[in-house]
């Protein structure tokens, strides 16, 4: 069946780092990717999403790129910020558009604090 | 607009007992998810609702789970018995079609003592 495996957690960056989270993915067919973010206490939010190989999502500052050869959805920001601490979810979509069934698979999470 | 509307916030049960969470979708949205996010994992989707009819129930212990959404627009989900497995949080989302992005509540959380 479909999955996504991404780094566990949890990640603790100084303001300004870098970021990246690796997202990989299994899947039957021409999935749609997604990164939701997810505050404490608060539902999932969607960061951005693509849709076909090579698409590069982007929002807030942050991205990913669509790789179907290495099956890959790695998150990326250059300079994170504390306001950014929150858990982070890949997901893939694969849909079933005859039963009008489109099921998102989410990966565990990734825990991201960004201190001062 | 206004967003994905949850209640209660909060549940605290013994096991063995009964339990509802009430979810409202965005206005015009015609699909509706409910999912099951247990501490430190993903998401896991229980039901997918188009309308008022249910399009995906595969993987809804339906022996104590069950949800409806009478009128298409707003759902509720229920667990009878609950059991202590069942702790999590109950998140709910809702779409304007199946294959547009899914927009969450905030969520139930549920614990079983």
């Known amino acids: 069946g479909d999955s996504v495996t991404q780094m566990e957690g949890p990640v603790t960056l100084s303001e300004e780092a870098f970021l990246t989270i690796n997202c990989t993915y299994t899947?039957?067919?021409?999935?749609?990717l997604f990164w939701y973010v997810q505050y404490p206490g608060e539902g999932l939010q969607l960061l951005l999403k693509?849709?076909?190989?090579?698409d590069k999502g982007s929002n807030k500052g942050f991205e990913a790129t669509y790789r179907k050869e290495t099956t890959s959805f790695h998150l990326e920001k250059g300079s994170v910020q504390v306001s950014d601490s929150a858990v982070y979810f890949c997901a893939l979509s694969t849909g079933n558009s005859g039963a009008g069934s489109y099921q998102l698979t989410f990966g565990k999470g990734t825990k991201l604090s960004v201190i001062p | 607009e206004a967003g994905v509307a949850q209640s209660p916030r909060y549940k605290i049960i013994e096991k063995r007992q009964s339990v509802a969470f009430w979810c409202n979708p965005i206005s015009g949205h015609a699909t509706l998810y409910w999912y099951q996010q247990i501490l430190g994992q993903g998401p896991k989707l229980l039901i997918q609702?188009?309308?008022?009819?249910?399009?995906?129930d595969s993987q809804l212990p339906k022996d104590r789970f069950s949800a409806e959404r009478l009128k298409g627009v707003d759902s509720t989900l229920k667990i009878q018995p609950a059991k202590l497995e069942d702790s999590a949080v109950y998140l709910c989302?809702?779409?304007?079609?199946?294959?547009?992005?899914?927009?969450f509540g905030d969520g139930t959380r549920l614990s079983i003592l």
């Open positions: 989302a809702s779409s304007f079609q199946p294959n547009q992005p899914q927009h």
């Open positions: 609702f188009q309308n008022n009819g249910v399009v995906d």
């Open positions: 693509a849709t076909k190989a090579d």
């Open positions: 899947a039957t067919g021409y999935p749609s």
